[in-house]
């Protein structure tokens, strides 16, 4: 029968005299972290660091064009530019000569970005979170009801949004649902819905499933009080679920808002290039580089980039999204003997029993 046996440790006895215990396996172990983890992180800087550094080097250049002065032969290559690409996006000046309304292509395509996204993430987290509250219950079918839920999220994105264009045809079936003839998929303002309702459809499972994995967390017996003390439904999922699946969500949130802040291929499958009330900075970076316009089209990407880091410093920050897990572990501080606190972790059930206080 085999016994479990502590930890050997290891006490050693430095300069200042005091003991420190030091764990016998501890020696080499931040060594073999760096050297299991050195795989992962160059492959992370072949596919993700250096084409950041190339564009960022691109974006302060810009391609000749027309016909060289001093030879009077096509002109090549490309000068040096500085922060002219960037300085044109604000000042209103076109950056290449011949490309008339890029300024105000971008600042379309920038408003469309953060319309899209403000109204996506809203939606789907609504959505989210109640599919995450089907999830959770009880009932028969349950398996069959979040392999359903989850269906959407598994689809690929370019399926989805070849899918969504023959569905929103002028003779698909979401005109015949609604006995109307309407457009969708020109350049109109019902373009916009529906991007928002493809994409919602798709990406609201991938909250509830966060959600759901944050409900699983919360204990029974917490509801079970929450019942005794007369808490009604809707007291229970304010001031219990949200309460202690906000950690969760928040990060559910912010992964959702880079990655629709990012959106390429929804509209350019399903509603196509250039239209105007669907055009992203994404998509509008890749026409101007199919244009041969590299720098500009890099400038277009790095300061998305710069958005998409701003977004998510706010919600780390502001929001306190917890993106790496740390904030369940125990914080290392320096008490006064004979508190009665003796270094141990608060329990993790007393925020909902405190919630359960105002439920009376």
Known sequence: MATATAEPRVTTVK??????????????????????????????LVVAGIPVVMSIRESFFQTNNGVDPTTGMVAGGERFVGLGNFTSIFAGTNPVQGSFGTHDRFVNAFLNTTAITIVCVILETILG???????????????????????????PTI??????????????????????????????????????????????????????????????EVYEAAKVDGATVWQQFTRITLPLVKPTLVVAVLFRTLD??????????????????????????????????????????????????????????????????????????????????????????????EMMGGAH
């Open 15 to 44: 300069e200042d005299g005091h003991k420190h215990k030091k764990n016998a396996l501890s020696d080499g172990q931040g060594r073999l972290a760096y050297i299991l983890l050195a795989p992962t992180l160059l492959v992370i």
């Open 260 to 353: 629709t802040l990012r959106m390429f291929d929804l509209p350019a499958g399903m509603i196509g290039f250039g239209k105007y009330r669907t055009e992203t900075v994404s998509v509008f970076s890749y026409l101007e580089a199919t244009q041969t316009r590299y720098g500009p089209a890099a400038a277009y990407a790095i300061v998305l980039f710069v958005y998409v880091l701003l977004i998510a410093f706010l919600f780390v920050k502001v929001l306190g999204a917890d993106v790496i897990g740390d904030t369940g572990m125990p914080k290392k501080k320096k008490g006064k003997k004979g508190s009665g606190n003796d270094g141990k972790a608060p329990d993790a059930a007393a925020p909902g029993l």
């Open 159 to 220: 399926v989805s949004a070849l899918m969504w264009k023959l569905i929103f045809d002028a003779d698909g079936v979401m005109n015949r649902i609604i006995g109307s003839q309407i457009l969708w998929t020109a350049d109109t303002g019902a373009s916009f819905w529906a991007v928002v309702i493809a994409d919602t459809w798709k990406t609201a499972p991938f909250i509830g499933l966060l959600t759901l994995a944050g409900l699983q967390t919360i204990p029974a």
């Open 129 to 155: 979170v109640a599919m995450a509250l089907i999830m959770s219950k009880a009932f028969r079918g349950r398996g069959l009801v979040r392999a359903g839920i989850l269906v959407p999220w598994a689809i």
